[in-house]
């Protein structure tokens, strides 16, 4: 903690501000800080860096520098994730993240899961409703049922949750810290800073009420949580992932040699001059303007899934992939596996959200196509394409753990065909089509939606009964 003393330049008056520093040195000597600036008026988040003349000594895991990588604004919507979707969403998920694991490695998990963008796309493609606020706690409830319980196969543990869940984090990570050798409390401060950040030095008028953090055994992390605000009924993700994890719109960092990084920097000390005189600048200048955002994605309101949403191109190619004869065919010989249209549909947008660039995420609206959602936008749940789905992701993976590794290497085959066809076909689908498409084959592939019980409870109480015959 330091307190600084600031003169504002509109009142001549002199304030105490209170900044609350963290930071980690890297090897080549630049100290890179995260701080929290305080006071009764005004309050905001800043990141910097300045050069060091000297190493500082002590626990470099202590208190690693942690960024914000993005944001979310999504309508607030109530509701619940039905048995029969919650099941298949933890099985799906669990299954991308093998994939990705498999195909990068553990940290390309934390980077793509601190993307915005990709985790509304993730979302979407597990048949979530596409744009509403619950995407968040019903795809974080998916992962930690699916991943904590194989910690030992893929080395993560997802601590916290929605509401009285949250609360634990803190404990939860002291626990796993024990169990892996990490600071615990380290790692305990840190997600208190990070919910504390969101929850009151930005002042938005959001209330967190999930906090997840999402850890690996080698000490990288990503968090995600959301807070809502009841007067705009809009709810807002945030996420925050380590100093070890490259953005995911970044080029990938080079390796770092040594110990863990990261370590407290007494900004009072004389080492740390420099330190301490663009800490004053910065406490100087308005607040407002020093706050920036790395991604900001923003839903738009409307329940249904509309053309505006989608980008026609990439859908077309992926539509042109599953549905045109060469195309298919091709496609399915990548994959080893003889496929019908609406599967390889559906695989063909999981394969993009397990190798898809950055770019590729950018209409999340997208990849509903893949298993439609929950509350039948854009069109129902077709349970029969999702359990098929399911079963050649699990095929392709328990070949992986034999050394056959040609099934998985399909779905990067795979991904890189509906590139080629975007490219060179630029096929532009017909939006209107496509949905009606998928309506009609709704009932045959298993269509469900939430709604599903509550319209057969009304039919059932509208029906005649045996008396309603006599009278």
């Known amino acids: 903690m330091l307190e600084v003393m600031v003169k504002e330049k509109h009142t001549g008056r002199h304030r105490i501000r209170r900044i609350i520093c963290q930071c980690c040195v890297r090897p080549i000597l630049t100290a890179l800080v995260f701080i929290v600036v305080e006071d009764g008026d005004v309050s905001g988040r800043f990141e910097m860096s300045f050069r060091l003349t000297k190493l500082p000594k002590g626990n470099l895991y202590e208190n690693r520098w942690m960024k914000r990588s993005g944001s979310a604004d999504l309508p607030l919507h109530g509701g619940h994730v039905p048995p029969w979707l919650a099941e298949r969403m933890t ?271 950018s209409d999340p609206a997208r990849f509903s196509f893949a298993h439609g959602g929950k509350d039948g936008h854009p069109f129902p749940v077709p349970l029969k394409t999702y359990d098929e789905s399911l079963s050649v992701l699990r095929r392709s993976l328990d070949a992986a753990r034999l050394g056959q590794t040609e099934k998985v290497e399909g779905f990067r085959r795979l991904d890189r065909l509906t590139r080629m066809v975007e490219e060179e076909r630029e096929p532009f689908a017909n939006f209107d089509e496509a949905i009606a498409h998928e309506r009609d084959i709704s009932e045959s592939l298993g269509g469900r939606t939430v709604f599903d019980r509550m319209r057969s409870r009304v039919k059932k109480r509208s029906s005649p009964s045996q008396l309603d015959l006599f009278r």
């Open 91 to 361: 099985q799906l998920g669990t299954a991308i993240v093998e994939q990705i694991v498999l195909s990068y490695g553990p940290s390309e998990f934390l980077t793509r899961l601190s993307d915005p963008f990709w985790f509304q796309s993730l979302g979407c493609v597990m048949g979530m409703d596409w744009h509403s606020s619950g995407i968040t706690t019903s795809v974080m409830g998916a992962l930690k049922r699916g991943l904590n319980p194989r910690f030992s196969e893929f080395g993560f543990a997802i601590c916290g949750g929605r509401g009285r869940h949250s609360v634990r984090t803190p404990d939860e990570l002291r626990a796993f810290g024990a169990r892996t050798g990490l600071d615990g409390d380290a790692l305990a401060r840190t997600s208190r800073l990070t919910a504390r950040v969101d929850n009151n030095a930005i002042a938005d008028g959001f209330q967190l009420y999930l906090h997840t953090f999402v850890i690996d055994r080698s000490g990288e992390w990503a968090i995600v949580q959301q807070g809502m605000n009841q007067t705009s009924h809009l709810a807002r993700r945030y996420h925050w992932h380590s100093a070890t994890v490259r953005d995911f719109v970044s080029d990938p960092h080079t390796a770092i040699v040594g110990s863990p990084q990261g370590t407290i920097l007494n900004l009072v000390d004389a080492r740390a001059s420099d330190a301490q005189q663009a800490l004053l600048k910065i406490a100087a200048q308005p607040i407002e303007g020093s706050i920036a955002e790395a991604r900001k994605l923003t839903m738009p309101a409307h329940h249904d899934v509309r053309a505006d949403d989608v980008d026609l191109k990439r859908l077309g190619a992926v539509l042109a992939v599953a549905h045109k004869q060469e195309l298919r065919d091709f496609a399915s010989l990548l994959l080893v596996e003889g496929l019908g249209p609406r599967t390889l549909q559906s695989l063909a947008l999981v394969a993009e959200i397990v190798h898809g660039a950055p770019s590729r995420f």
